[in-house]
């Protein structure tokens, strides 16, 4: 994704040229199909690129019309204040039993959940970085033996994974929430359930915070 930003902003192409097929741009950037897709859906989130009205294709978006907050897709089923309400109530709990019950391997999977975590924010790897955010907190979802809780996840990973993306795209301190997360892990490995239920409660509300909502709107 990186490449396929840098070269938008190269104004290459300039502000409402259609971008070339994807066919093409897979072979220019030398990524997969699949990648380029997965780049290019992000991009559209963030507002730096739209839908040609034919829904066919993608022009590059002027700057000036760009939201300053990246729109929210799944609106209109799911209000963005309660998927975070939900992550809240859900992911603490989660978090809290993982303390109790992970595996010394567990804990060495979460701290390389981290490092490519941070290694994404530093490089402002925003695809990667999204992902590297849902890996981890899926992963706690894991440890917490809660089966039922795993498949909750797992059923809405698209909207949590979108959810994760709105954070990247405000641009701000990456490394703050890789901070975080050091935080939860710290509690989850020393065994310390009201720790991990406190710092993932804690990260959840600065995650929604740099989503753009008012605490007020979460627990």
Same mark, same amino acid.
């Given at each position: 994704? $990186?490449? +396929?930003?840098?070269?938008?902003?190269? !104004?290459?192409?300039?502000? !409402?040229?259609?971008?070339?097929?994807? #066919?093409?741009?897979? #072979?220019? +950037?030398?990524?997969?199909?699949?990648? &380029?897709?997965?780049?290019?859906?992000?991009?559209?989130?963030?507002?730096?690129?739209?839908?040609?009205?034919?829904?066919?294709?993608?022009?590059? =978006?002027?700057?000036?019309?760009?939201? @300053?907050?990246?729109?929210?897709?799944?609106? =209109?089923?799911?209000?963005?204040?309660?998927?975070?309400?939900?992550?809240?109530?859900?992911?603490?709990? $989660?978090?809290?039993?993982?303390?109790?019950?992970?595996?010394?391997?567990?804990?060495? =999977? +979460?701290?390389?959940?981290?490092?490519?975590?941070?290694?994404?924010?530093? $490089?402002?790897?925003?695809?990667?970085? $999204?992902?590297?955010? %849902?890996? %981890?907190?899926?992963?706690?979802?894991?440890?917490? #033996?809660?089966?039922?809780?795993?498949?909750?996840?797992?059923?809405?990973?698209?909207?949590?994974?979108?959810?994760?993306?709105?954070?990247?795209?405000? #641009?701000?301190?990456? &490394?703050?929430?890789?901070?975080?997360?050091?935080?939860?892990?710290?509690?989850?490995?020393?065994?310390?359930?009201? !720790? @991990?239920?406190?710092?993932?409660?804690?990260?959840?509300?600065?995650?929604?915070?740099?989503? !753009?909502?008012?605490?007020?709107?979460?627990?």
């Amino acid at each position: 994704m $990186a490449a +396929l930003r840098s070269m938008i902003g190269d !104004g290459k192409p300039q502000p !409402g040229d259609a971008l070339p097929p994807q #066919r093409d741009l897979a #072979r220019t +950037l030398n990524v997969s199909r699949a990648t &380029l897709r997965e780049a290019l859906s992000i991009l559209a989130t963030l507002g730096e690129i739209v839908a040609k009205d034919n829904g066919r294709g993608f022009l590059c =978006a002027d700057p000036a019309d760009m939201p @300053a907050t990246p729109p929210w897709r799944f609106g =209109a089923r799911y209000p963005l204040a309660e998927v975070y309400q939900f992550r809240y109530v859900v992911e603490s709990y $989660a978090a809290e039993l993982a303390a109790i019950s992970h595996t010394a391997d567990e804990i060495e =999977a +979460l701290r390389a959940t981290i490092a490519v975590f941070r290694k994404a924010a530093s $490089a402002e790897d925003l695809m990667a970085y $999204a992902q590297a955010d %849902f890996d %981890f907190h899926h992963l706690v979802m894991s440890i917490s #033996r809660n089966k039922l809780l795993v498949d909750m996840h797992q059923t809405f990973a698209s909207v949590l994974l979108e959810s994760q993306r709105l954070i990247a795209g405000r #641009r701000g301190n990456l &490394l703050m929430a890789v901070q975080e997360h050091d935080h939860i892990l710290q509690a989850i490995a020393m065994r310390d359930p009201d !720790g @991990a239920r406190y710092y993932m409660r804690k990260h959840l509300s600065m995650a929604a915070s740099r989503a !753009g909502l008012p605490f007020s709107e979460v627990p």
